[in-house]
T-cell receptor, first 113, second 118 residues
């Protein structure tokens, strides 16, 4: 069974640009969540989607957005990039019942210069 | 709202020694608890989970953890560590209230860097 796949693995962008990250969940998992990991703030929840609807959102500015497609694949977008957006962005997928055990992808390392 | 506190940011140990990584949580409702491990430049891998039932849970790579509801703790233990256990370990919590519908999220501690020395 294939795991969670995130693309690309690495990205370098310039301040002011926008970026789109992609996540393909484990087959059968309908929930996709996104997390930002930085040395200073640790792991912080961005948002969660299932059935193509955002179900929960963390405390991030509106420059951070996402969407989910009918096949459960998800994308997140960051517009008007700032230096502080440099981070490892992790996607996790889970079933929507029981303990909601989350399976993580390897992440996308975004560097803003 | 829930929160997680990992009491040690770094834990150095010698190979074959026992180790305990401490985790305390705060929540007004029942919780699910998880320990994840992260190797450099990798995502998070689930070590073990507590959903219900026996408070002692066993995970992969010889790790185990004990859920203590009265002390709101979920400490991770391994009786004998290897060099390959060097990694960062994260304790996380989600709540029963949100697991089946909206408002689901994992709340993580700040992580504990376990360094195993020869």
């Amino acid at each position: 069974k294939a795991g969670v796949t995130q693309t690309p693995r690495y990205l370098i962008k310039t301040r002011g640009q926008q970026v789109t990250l992609s996540c393909s969940p484990i087959s059968g998992h309908r929930s996709v969540s996104w997390y930002q990991q930085t040395p200073g703030q640790g792991l912080q929840f961005l948002f969660e989607y299932f059935s193509e609807t955002q179900r929960n959102k963390g405390n991030f500015p509106g420059r951070f957005s996402g969407r989910q497609f009918s096949n459960s694949r998800s994308e997140m977008n960051v517009s008007t990039l700032e230096l502080g957006d440099s981070a490892l962005y992790l996607c996790a997928s889970s079933l929507i019942s029981g303990g909601r055990e989350a399976f993580f992808g390897q992440g996308t390392r975004l560097t803003v210069v | 709202a829930q929160s997680v506190t990992q009491l040690d940011s770094q834990v150095p140990v010698f190979e074959e020694a026992p180790v305990e990584l401490r985790c305390n949580y705060s929540s007004s409702v029942s919780v699910y608890l998880f320990w994840y491990v992260q190797y450099p430049n990798q995502g998070l891998q689930l070590l073990l989970k507590y959903l219900s039932g026996s408070t002692l849970v066993k995970g992969i790579n010889g790790f185990e953890a004990e859920f203590n509801k009265s002390q709101t703790s979920f400490h991770l233990r391994k009786p004998s560590v290897h060099i390959s256990d060097t990694a960062e370990y994260f304790c996380a919590v989600s709540t029963h209230q949100n697991s089946g519908g909206s408002n689901y999220k994992l709340t993580f501690g700040k992580g504990t860097l376990l360094t195993v020395n020869p």
